[in-house]
C-alpha cells in the first residue's frame, strides 16, 4: 500500500530517488506513465498488468478506448530502482508533468502520483477546500 506525500528530486539525468518505504513493493520494475490532472503515475507491475488488461478489454471501436489506450501505453516507461532506490523518468514525461528538480511524490494506495510541487499545491487546496466535494463524494458510494 503507497500512503502519503514526500518531496524528492529529480536529479540532472532524469533519475527520481522513491521513498524508501516505497521501495520494497517496486524492486521488481515499474512503469511510468503520463497521469491524469497533470501528474505522472508510477505503477509497480503488477498494478500495470491489471490496468493494462482493462484496457485492452475495452473496444477498439470506441474513439474514446482508443484516445485512452494512447493516452496511458504511449508515453509508458519500463524501469528497475537501482540500488540507491532510483527510477528514470524519461524526458518526455518530465516534460508532461512539468517535474524538474523537485517533486512531490503522493501514494494513492496502488500506485503514486509525482507531481510538480506546485501544481500539487493547487490541486490539494482545491480538494480541500471545494465545499461541493462531500456531495460528489457521496455519489460515488463513500
Not at 6 to 14: A, I, R
Not at 26 to 38: K, S, W
Not at 92 to 100: S, W
Request: proline share 5%; with cysteine; hydrophobic share 40%.
Amino acid at each position: 500500500m503507497f500512503l502519503g506525500e514526500f518531496n524528492h528530486t529529480v536529479d540532472e539525468k532524469g533519475r527520481m530517488t522513491i521513498p524508501a518505504r516505497f521501495r520494497p513493493d517496486l524492486a521488481q520494475g515499474v512503469v511510468v506513465t503520463r497521469g491524469l490532472d497533470g501528474c505522472l503515475a508510477l505503477y509497480p507491475n503488477a498494478e500495470w498488468e491489471k490496468l493494462a488488461q482493462k484496457v485492452d478489454a475495452l473496444p477498439l471501436t470506441d474513439r474514446r478506448a482508443r484516445d485512452f489506450r494512447r493516452f496511458m501505453f504511449g508515453s509508458a516507461s519500463e524501469a528497475v530502482p537501482d540500488r540507491q532506490g532510483r527510477v528514470l523518468i524519461p524526458a518526455y514525461l518530465r516534460e508532461y508533468g512539468a517535474v524538474d528538480g523537485e517533486v512531490t511524490v503522493v501514494g494513492m494506495n496502488t500506485y503514486i502520483e509525482i507531481w510538480n510541487p506546485e501544481t500539487w499545491q493547487t490541486m490539494r487546496q482545491g480538494v480541500e477546500t471545494d465545499d461541493d466535494n462531500v456531495e460528489r463524494w457521496v455519489e460515488l458510494g463513500i
